[in-house]
């Protein structure tokens, strides 16, 4: 039982960010926009929220808030992402380039700058750059007092985790229920089925795509954030990112482009993520286990294409430019 709240615990630990990403993606696919440079706007947000957090603590010192920390963290990372998101889309969507070549583009330019940012840090600092402890413990700690947590079994699953699970999980539901439940999330799913229809009815196709691509790119950008300052420990490492982002994008495909099912995939992910330090198998390669999750994304996708449930598919104009003049 002790294993295997342990291991649940990780999962849900190394899950986090991935939900992030991958609720971030879903959005932006929605509208219709494929941005794959996820990877590289976490590492903006990993760098940029890491530096905020930091440098505020460097200025404030005895009297920092953690709170205010935390805040500024999400909000330093959500921008470094929006940026990133912003130029991807003027590209796609005002100039009409090619978004699979674009978003790798993205990716390569914001593991750069990301990577930049950290070390131009490390440089200036003379050493590592890391936040107190004091702050690691605001960014890890569960907020639910300790009552909660010492019960058996189920306190520790349930509120032994750091304020972004459940902040993670909340934005979930509630991106669930924007876009089911609310007219404006009708019309973004609208544009990511048929541009040309909604521009005919009267949406505004651009401003649909540009708000969702980049308020997906600042939360997909968060998770970054979460990674280094929960899973690293609030240490800036320049490999420390390495895959998130492409796991996030694979994470989209299982769960079938919905924000409830990312919340169950990206603990099921984070779990295969750190199977192979807590079931190591001398027969099987470390490498083996670390491809798990592409693996249960292709077959999960194979599935999916065979059954071919409407429902179960991406947008109809996923990738695809819009050109009005087409219509």
Known sequence: MTFLLNLITAAVLYGTPLLYGTTGEILTEKSGNLNLGVEGMMFMG???????????EKLTGAAVSAPL???IAIAGSFLAGAAGALIFSFLTITLRANQNVTGLALTIFGTGVGQYLGEFMRVQEGTYVAVSNTLKA????????????????????????????????????????????????????????????????????????????????????????????????GVWNHEGLSGEGWLAVALVIFCLWSPYRAIWGSILFGGLLILYLRMPIDLIPDQIYKILPYVVTIIVLVAV????KRENQPPASLGNAYFREER
Request: no cysteine.
């Open 138 to 233: 605001a960014f890890n700690n569960s907020p639910f007092p300790a009552a909660l947590q010492q019960l058996p079994v189920v306190g520790s699953l349930l509120f032994g985790h750091s304020i972004f699970t459940y902040l993670g999980i909340a934005m979930a539901v509630a991106m669930g229920l924007y876009l089911r439940r609310s007219r404006s999330g009708l019309y973004l799913r609208a544009v990511g089925e048929s541009p040309a229809t909604a521009d005919a009815a009267g949406i505004s196709v651009a401003r649909y795509k540009y708000l969702a691509t980049v308020i997906g790119g600042g939360i997909s950008a968060v998770g970054g954030m979460v990674y280094i300052m929960t899973v690293v420990g």
């Open 305 to 308: 294409s065979m059954r071919k």
């Open 69 to 71: 920390a935390v805040v």
């Open 46 to 56: 990993g760098a940029v929220g890491l530096g905020a957090a930091f440098y505020y």
